[in-house]
């Protein structure tokens, strides 16, 4: 529950309103969606997480997930630029302290940063647990000097958290957040962004490099295996699944006003397409429930390091990269090429279906397998968190 006046679906319907009227331009041109963000901004929704003591909307992990989806029906890039930086508030409340916690809440309150994750590497491609550029001391200062070849946002972010291999590290799995201010950066853009979906993600490759002042590090330098664990992993793994969730909700929603609006073209008996609506239906289902299981057990959970809640939290991102892009693949056999294939149909199953094909990618569904099957040999009984 957030400590806002206007309650949070009048705050997100606004955002949604202003991501309608651009979606198809951004999609088209590849364009970020900087309406849509301005409209995070002045709602105060960028501070969504932030406690209301610090001038934040005092919201909490439901209603970045319940946030995440509404944004999502309507546009997925938007949705993964607002819940990665959900995703990054998270960790900058949870383990940033003193003079750096004092400068970023009421910034990140007012809506004047907006965050973008820089932990993506040229060569550990997106293994979050390692770093191969390392933070060097220089002057006092902390010198970054970083390759980043995808961040969401890059080009709009207003500063950014960034792992790097901690300063004095001996081995490349000490690794360190560091906040960097877009104008402490001196940034290049080393690549352009054309792909397949995701395009108003503007997600294209930064080359950053400054010095920052020595207390930029969130939590302790190292010790970011703590910030994954507790932090990172089940905002992205929640977050970008909620994402997932409402894009194909959307699309299913726009595909049954569609057919009820057909008006006797559509044969609305046949039993084939029942059972593909069905289907559709029981794979966001499944998914909504798993999301929501899996988000009071990190609201409750004393531990979230043991192996039981690790595989939860990871069948969700898993499950949700597969079942989200299913269900809206089933749609399209559903309703045909019309409605199903071609760009203009107001269905936009072909924008969801190209933008939902990224969700297996974006830290690859192959990397967590390999991660659970380790898991899952530390669990010899077999519990369920
Ligand atoms: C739309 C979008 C936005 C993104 N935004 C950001 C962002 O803002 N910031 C950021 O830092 N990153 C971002 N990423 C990157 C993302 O988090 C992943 O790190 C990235 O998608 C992984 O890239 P990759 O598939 O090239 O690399 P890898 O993770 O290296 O995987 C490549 C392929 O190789 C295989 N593979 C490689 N290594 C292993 C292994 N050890 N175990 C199992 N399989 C392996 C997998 O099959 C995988 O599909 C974004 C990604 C997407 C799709």
Redesign the pocket.
């Given at each position: 529950m957030t400590t806002t006046a206007v309650p949070l679906a009048e705050l997100v319907g606004r955002v949604t309103k202003v991501a309608g009227e651009h979606v198809r331009r951004t999609d088209d041109e590849a364009a970020f969606p900087v309406e849509a963000l301005d409209e995070l901004r002045a709602t105060g929704l960028l501070g969504l997480l932030v406690p209301a003591g610090d001038g934040g909307l005092g919201g909490s992990l439901a209603d970045v997930l319940e946030t995440s989806a509404e944004l999502g029906r309507v546009d997925m890039?938007l949705a993964?630029i607002f819940a990665?930086h959900c995703q990054q508030v998270a960790a900058v409340l949870a383990h940033a302290e003193g003079k750096l916690r004092a400068e970023l809440l009421p910034e990140i309150a007012a809506g004047r940063l907006y965050l973008?994750?820089?932990?993506?590497?040229a060569g550990?491609?997106?293994?979050?647990l390692t770093a191969e550029s390392a933070a060097a001391w220089r002057d006092g200062g902390l010198l970054v000097d970083r390759f980043?070849?995808?961040?969401?946002?890059?080009r709009h972010a207003d500063g950014f958290l960034i792992?790097m291999r901690a300063p004095d590290a001996d081995a490349d799995n000490q690794v360190s957040l560091v906040y960097a201010a877009r104008d402490q950066l001196e940034i290049e853009q080393a690549g352009g962004w054309e792909?397949l979906?995701?395009r108003a993600?503007d997600?294209g490759a930064l080359r950053l490099r400054g010095r920052v002042p020595a207390h930029q590090v969130v939590g302790r330098h190292g010790d970011f295996h703590t910030i994954v664990t507790t932090v990172f992993g089940p905002l992205?793994h929640l977050g970008w699944a909620s994402c997932w969730l409402g894009t194909a909700a959307g699309a299913l929603s726009r595909v049954i006003a569609s057919l009820r609006g057909s008006r006797g073209k559509t044969d609305l008996s046949s039993e084939l397409l029942m059972t593909r609506l069905s289907r559709s239906r029981q794979r966001l289902d499944t998914v909504h429930a798993l999301i929501d299981r899996a988000r009071h057990v990190v609201e409750t959970a004393a531990d979230l390091s043991v192996p039981k809640v690790q595989l939860l939290i990871n069948a969700v991102k898993i499950t949700a990269a597969e079942e989200c892009y299913r269900a809206v693949d089933e749609l399209v056999d559903a309703v045909g090429m019309r409605h199903g294939y071609l760009r203009d149909s107001p269905t936009r199953l072909e924008q969801s279906l190209r933008d939902l094909r990224?969700?297996?990618?974006?830290?690859?569904?192959?990397?967590l397998?390999?991660?659970d099957g380790r898991l899952t040999l530390l669990d010899q009984e077999v519990r369920f968190a």
């Open positions: 890039s993964m990665m973008g994750s820089v932990t993506t590497e550990k491609g997106g293994h979050l980043a070849p995808i961040v969401t946002g890059g792992t792909p979906g995701m993600s997600s992205a990224s969700a297996v990618l974006n830290y690859s569904n192959d990397r397998h390999l991660a």
